[in-house]
Structures are given as structure tokens and as C-alpha cells.
């Protein structure tokens, strides 16, 4: 009883030595570059921070709670504070579109683009010929139907958008038929089901799990039905006793039955994969070519470009989809479209495409040129690291990513890390705290940068945060 209302006595003693804001601002550099309200959103939550350490039964002394400890202390916090939130990293993932690192990243041209979209006006809805309002879509439709084919084209804010956008316009209180091998889910929030739910269109299920036949549409296919859809089924495989109906039939029973065809093709490609040395996909040229009527594809995955949601198809249908009020909510900025343009206009040359736009160029390139930069990189750690870190260089495949093509995988080079100081959890996190997070992958009980994703410029960047890491 004496004894803990002693140590009550003590800790009100402790708390009352903790510096008053006032006073701590005092301590504050007057010089400092930090806005006035950081500092003292800062100096509340350091001084916060020690009271509750203190309640909480934390050792501390009077000296702890002197200027030259919390100082220190604050310091940090504030930069900490003063760094962006939204930051650069390096992908040392190998995964080229890494949909939690930006998927793709644009070009010079595009990148020009987009600084003259935020800095000057444009012409972004008004018609230069006529003097009169214009439409944003009209910048970029006829550079979609020159490269797919299609007879017209709108751009969303992302797929997800433009599939739900397409089946609201055209099955909303009617039915779609989907396979039950397409009921796909990909990344968390975007499920077929849910998203044809939302649309207010009810989904009619057909086939089983691994096979579904041409009957099975034909014979779902009501006074009911608005659409068939097929979705590519992205992220997932099945391998085995399996049969999808090829596009091109669907195509066939639905215009017999006089009702649209759509197809999401989630990561729509506008090049042949084949040549990268990855599987024979599908083209968005050639999906449009089998007569459907809608086809919807990311901007940001194989194509390479901005965020978007890209739907292409018959004029009719396109047109109605444009006149859904819903279209106004899910429209493009004039970021989007100033960086989409420049992709596509890059699509125009066949020769120059792959090297020019980024994702492809990392695609296509050569094992021996990621060697290159892993020799580089290793050359650069190898004597800083001795007794530190071993690191060595090993093959390994890298992953396309963003949903697209998931079994396959594209020959690579790694750096191999593996800390001699601390635990591969501790760095792996250090790494990630560093001014530049450098991301890599864990896999066996070492961290692996693979350089597909990792670019030439970025390797002295890279090989000076892995060795102060190392060093600290
Ligand atoms: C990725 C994907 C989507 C979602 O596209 P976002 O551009 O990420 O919104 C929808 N459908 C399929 C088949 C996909 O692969």
C-alpha cells in the first residue's frame, strides 16, 4: 500500500517534468523549414507519446525527459513527417505490372503529356474546328478504333468501372449468362458476381466448374436474357478435364438470338506476348475481330499505360453506353487521357512499340542484359559487404503480373542478400524505411532483387541503400 503510493507519488512527479508545448517550441529551431503546424502537431504527439509511456509503467528518468533526449526524438519524427506519404520506390520484385507499385510506368512522351495537361489549359472538352464544346473521348476514340479495329471507344476510370458500366447499360433488371468457370475474383474487391450484382443485372450460371458447352448458353438463354459474357479468367488457370466455348461461336449465338456478346478481357494485350517467349494469348485486334459487340481491357496492364478502363465495340452499343449518366461518374481526367494518348499514339509504329513503352520494354528484355545489371549491382556490394552480407548472384523468373498470364514465368538474374548482422525480417523491414524503399522477395531464408524491374539508372541508388542497410 505505502509502497505503490509511493510509486504514485513518483510518476505524477515524472509527468509533471514533462516539457509544456510552449516550452518545447522554444527548443525548436526557428530556421526550420517545417511548416509551424507540423512542428507543433509533432512536439503534441512526442510529448503524448511520453506521457503515455510513462503511465504505462515505462522506465524513466527526470534526465529522459531533458531537452538533449527529446530533441533527438523529435527530430526524427518530424522528418519522418516531412516525407511524402506517396512516395518512389524500386521494384526489385520482378514483377513487371506490380499492381501495389504502380502497375506500369509510362513513357517520356507520355510523361510530357501529362505535365502540359496540369500546366496549361487544353482543349480537353472543346472542339478546336467549331469553337464549341467537345467531347474528352473524341481525343482518344479514333486512335482505339485505328489500333483494335472496333467501330467505337470509351475510356473509364479503370476495367473494374468499365465492366460495370457496360453491364448497367445493358442488362441492368435482365440476365447475363456466364460460365461457372469464369466466376472470377480478381484482386480482392473486383468479383464477377458482385460486380454484375452492383450493375443491377442478374447472373445465370452455365456449365460446371471445368467444362462449359455451347448447349449450356443455348439453353439458358430466356425472354430474360440481355448479354453473354465471357471473362477472361486472368490470375487463374485450369488445367486438367477442361473446355471453354471459343469466343467466336458465342458470337455466333448470340447474334442468331439477336443478343450482344461482351468480353472482358481484363489485361488486354494490343501486341503478340508469343514474341517475349510467353503463351499465345489473345490480341484486343483479334477479340474484336470475332464480331463481339463489347470488349473492356485495363489501360495500366499489358497495354502499358495510365489507369483506364478501355471499352471498345459496335457504334450502336458504344453510343448507349456513352449516354449512361453513370459514364459521367467514372469519366477520366485529363491526366488519363493525355497519358493514354501518348501510348496509343506509340502503338501506331510496330517497329518501336516494345522498346519505347516500358512494360513491353521490360517484357522483351534480355536475360543477358538483366545479367549485366546484376554483375553491376554485385560489383558495387561485393567489397562493402564483407563480413556484413553475403551476396552472390543466382538465376530466377521473373512474373508479368497484373493478373495476366500467372503460370508463366520469364528467365531473370537476382542479387541474393542475406544479412550476417541481423534477422532477414529486420532488414527486409529496413529496407523498406530506407529514403528510396527498395522492395525485394524472401525466399529461402535470403532477400532476392531481381533486376528485370530494377532500371539501369536506379543501381547506385539501390547498392547505397543496401549498404547502409547493412551497415547500420
Ligand atoms: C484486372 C482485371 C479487372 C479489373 O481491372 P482494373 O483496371 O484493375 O480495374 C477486371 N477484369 C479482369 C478479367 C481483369 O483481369
Redesign the pocket.
Known amino acids: 500500500m505505502v509502497e505503490s503510493k509511493k510509486k504514485q507519488g513518483e510518476l505524477q512527479q515524472l509527468l509533471r517534468h514533462i516539457p509544456k508545448v510552449d516550452e518545447f517550441l522554444g527548443w525548436v529551431d526557428q530556421e526550420t523549414e517545417a511548416p509551424l503546424r507540423l512542428v507543433k502537431k509533432v512536439v503534441r504527439e512526442l510529448l503524448d507519446e511520453v506521457r503515455q509511456a510513462i503511465i504505462g509503467g515505462a522506465e524513466h528518468t527526470r534526465d529522459d525527459l531533458a531537452r538533449h533526449h527529446l530533441m533527438p526524438r523529435f527530430e526524427r519524427l518530424l522528418a519522418s513527417f516531412m516525407q511524402p506519404n506517396f512516395r518512389t520506390v524500386i521494384n526489385a520484385t520482378g514483377v513487371v505490372v506490380h499492381t501495389n507499385m504502380g502497375r506500369s510506368l509510362l513513357p517520356e512522351s507520355a510523361m510530357a503529356g501529362l505535365l502540359a495537361a496540369g500546366s496549361r489549359y487544353s482543349n480537353l472538352e472543346f472542339d478546336l474546328t467549331t469553337g464549341k464544346r467537345g467531347s474528352r473521348y473524341a481525343l482518344v476514340e479514333e486512335l482505339l478504333c485505328e489500333l483494335t479495329g472496333a467501330e467505337a471507344g470509351l475510356v473509364v476510370n ?4 468499365a ?1 460495370m458500366l457496360a453491364l448497367d447499360t445493358l442488362a441492368k433488371g435482365q440476365e447475363v449468362i456466364v460460365s461457372r468457370g469464369q466466376l ?1 475474383e ?2 480482392g474487391s ?1 468479383r464477377i458476381p458482385d460486380v454484375m450484382e452492383k450493375s443491377g443485372a442478374r447472373l445465370v450460371e452455365v456449365g460446371a466448374t471445368n467444362r462449359t458447352h455451347l448447349h449450356d448458353y443455348e439453353q439458358a438463354i430466356s425472354d430474360q436474357t440481355a448479354l453473354l459474357l465471357k ?2 479468367t ?2 487463374y488457370r485450369m488445367i486438367g478435364f477442361t473446355s471453354e466455348v471459343p469466343l467466336v461461336d458465342l458470337v455466333t449465338l448470340g447474334h442468331e438470338m439477336g443478343l450482344p456478346v461482351m468480353e ?4 488486354g494485350s494490343l501486341i503478340d506476348l508469343s514474341r517475349f517467349g510467353l503463351g499465345r494469348e489473345p490480341t484486343v485486334q483479334e477479340t474484336v475481330a470475332t464480331g463481339a459487340d463489347v470488349i473492356t481491357f ?1 489501360g ?2 499489358l497495354l502499358g499505360g495510365p ?1 483506364a ?1 478501355i471499352i471498345v465495340g459496335s457504334k450502336e452499343i458504344i453510343a448507349t453506353i456513352k449516354k449512361n449518366p453513370l459514364n459521367r461518374a467514372l469519366r477520366i481526367d485529363k491526366f488519363t487521357l493525355a497519358g493514354l494518348e501518348a501510348i496509343l499514339r506509340l502503338y501506331l509504329d510496330e517497329q518501336t512499340v516494345v522498346s519505347q513503352v516500358p512494360t513491353l520494354a521490360m517484357l522483351a528484355q534480355e536475360y543477358a542484359v538483366i545479367q549485366r545489371r546484376a554483375t553491376r549491382l554485385l560489383r558495387r556490394l561485393k567489397p562493402e559487404l564483407a563480413g556484413v552480407c553475403s551476396v552472390f548472384s543466382q538465376d530466377t523468373e521473373s512474373m508479368v503480373g ?2 495476366a498470364l500467372p503460370e508463366q514465368t520469364l528467365p531473370s538474374r537476382a542479387v541474393i542478400l542475406q544479412p550476417q548482422r541481423m534477422r532477414l525480417s529486420r532488414f527486409e523491414q529496413r529496407l523498406r524505411a530506407a529514403a528510396i524503399p527498395v522492395i525485394g522477395r524472401v525466399e529461402n531464408d535470403a532477400l532476392l532483387l531481381d533486376m528485370r524491374t530494377v532500371a539501369d539508372s536506379e543501381v547506385k541508388e539501390l547498392a547505397s541503400t543496401v549498404v547502409a542497410v547493412c551497415k547500420e
Open positions: 479503370n476495367n473494374a468501372a465492366v472470377v480478381i484482386g473486383f471473362v477472361h486472368s490470375n472482358d478481357l481484363g489485361s485495363s495500366d496492364k489507369q478502363g497484373g493478373g
